[in-house]
């Protein structure tokens, strides 16, 4: 089973910018395409940035297209997701796995919680 440990969350505020964390444990990253998804309260998973193993091509949910960057260095076994122009519907607890939509993802692992203050 593929496993993530997400990480970088934190309490900002509207407008600033943090940058998330996901290392693969157990297996090497360079083979799948890793997506970025999140969660607020009361709401579904929802993918936001995905990058594909073959060509490193990216692909941003509207939401956030333009503010976050989905980047990922195979040397290091993690994808980062940097987040600028933050919005306090941005708050969530996000994610990382395997594929770019969330109804591919078997489990999800604890996540890191963002908060964006107004």
């Known amino acids: 089973q593929l496993q993530f440990v997400e990480s970088g969350g934190g309490l900002v505020q509207s407008g600033g910018s943090l940058r998330l964390s996901c290392v693969a444990s157990g297996f090497i990253l360079d083979y799948y395409t890793i997506g970025w998804f999140r969660q607020a309260p009361g709401k579904e998973h929802e993918g936001i940035a995905c990058i594909s193993d073959s060509d490193g091509s990216t692909d941003y949910a509207f939401s956030v297209k333009g503010r976050f960057t989905i980047s990922r260095d195979n040397a290091k076994n993690t994808v980062y997701l940097q987040m600028n122009g933050l919005k306090p519907e941005d708050t969530a607890v996000y994610f990382c796995?395997?594929?770019?939509?969330?109804?591919?993802?078997?489990?999800w692992g604890q996540g890191t919680q963002v908060t964006v203050s107004s």
């Open positions: 796995a395997a594929g770019c939509s969330p109804v591919v993802v078997a489990s």
